[in-house]
């Protein structure tokens, strides 16, 4: 549900009374591409909102070499919904990129640009 601060559990309760059968994480690429990977219902838990999910950085274009391609995809708990046009009932969250080995956000999600651009703002009170 989007704008709605939500928790991983609800996330999950939602997942079920809705009767999901997937989630498809999304993502976009550095030109604003939407990438998607989908994955069982039942390879998601509470864990996976930390522990995330792994997927080849260097798959996606202007990302990362091959020897730096581990990454993480996290979902995003306060943003869910069920995708209206897929034939399986599918659960679609967006993830934020991790780096798995330092933890930290990975600097060429746009995500976190958009995030480090507004928090940018927001401490020189432009925004």
Known sequence: ?????????????????????????????????????????QQVSEASFEDGFGMDGSSIRSWAAIHESDMLLIPDPNFYIMDPFTHAPTLVMVADVIDPVTKQRYDRDPRYIAKKAEMYLMSTGRL
Request: proline letters at 7%; hydrophobic letters at 45%; aromatic letters at 10%.
């Open 1 to 41: 549900m989007s704008g709605i601060q939500a928790d991983p559990n609800a996330v999950l309760e939602f997942a079920q009374k809705k009767g999901a059968k997937l989630l498809d994480l999304r993502f976009t690429d550095l030109p604003g591409l939407w990438h998607h990977v989908s994955f069982p219902i």
